[in-house]
């Protein structure tokens, strides 16, 4: 039995200590796709504990057909989808794009007046990462955080490989894009 | 055949070491067309920062606050009704797909 099967059969029996554990072992995961996808910190930290509480109520069906990682980021991504959709936060158009998705480096209304520093970049980027589409938002997480492949995100977000793998590639056109028409960038990226 | 730019598509399978252009061709292209070279470091220095810790934290107890505060009240309970079934899960799933 793998370690995996073990922490499920220990959780299974009753085991708080092992539940803990798996607990340890995948907040990181968990924080990865609901901080992503909602801002209140309040909320971030009841969806979180709700993808747990829904884990350990629904361990015994676990059948591992997939790895308890990809299992345990679905619920995390549904729990975090349904909690947008009750706020109203995200609608079935998820996926339009503001009209600059395909925009040039740096657009004709907008001048990169402003010098950032390198220690900014970081803040930057995650702003902008926040201002994706939420699906873009979560594979662009999942596959540089998580280290997940495309049909390991296609399986938690429901999507065809090709799919995850063309979101990602318009999700990064869209943050080099927006980050070069908004700041001057240039010099420290060089 | 003479070669103009390498695409954006170009450059991220690159970085993805998912191209199927040869790396000597690639890299001997990027020598050659400053071009090339701005938008391949612009992709190499977006790549870095989103491999960058975020520091997304939840609080410092939180898993030994909620292993003592839920599993006190619950065991886990295959057939149990409480508050939804792993195939309702997925079930809701399909209903937020667009």
Known sequence: MTETGKLVEQILSGDAQAFETLIEEH??????????MIANPQDREDISQEVFIKVY????????????????????????INYLRQKKMVSLDVLELADDSEGHLVSEN???????????????????IDNLPVQFRVIVTLFYLDQMGYNEIGKILNLPEGTVK??????????????????????IWQ | MAINHWSEEQIQEFL????SISKSLFEDHLKTCPVCRKSFQYYQNLYRGLKQ????QLSANFAQALVSGFLNLHQPQ???????SSSEVWELRLCWEP
């Open chain 1, 57 to 80: 109520q629904n361990l015994a069906d676990f059948r591992f057909e997939a790895k308890l990682s990809t299992w345990i980021a679905q619920i995390a991504y549904n729990l975090a």
């Open chain 1, 27 to 36: 907040k990181a995961l968990v924080s990865h796709v609901v901080f992503r």
């Open chain 1, 166 to 187: 063309s979101y990602l590639f318009r999700a990064r056109k869209l943050l080099k894009d927006r980050l070069l028409s908004k700041y001057q960038v240039e010099d």
């Open chain 2, 16 to 19: 993805d070491g998912e191209s």
């Open chain 1, 110 to 128: 907008m001048q990169p007046d402003k010098t950032v520093e390198q220690k900014d970049i970081s803040r930057l980027l995650k702003t902008e």
């Open chain 2, 78 to 84: 295959p057939d149990s009704n409480f508050p939804i």
């Open chain 2, 53 to 56: 810790d975020p520091k997304f």
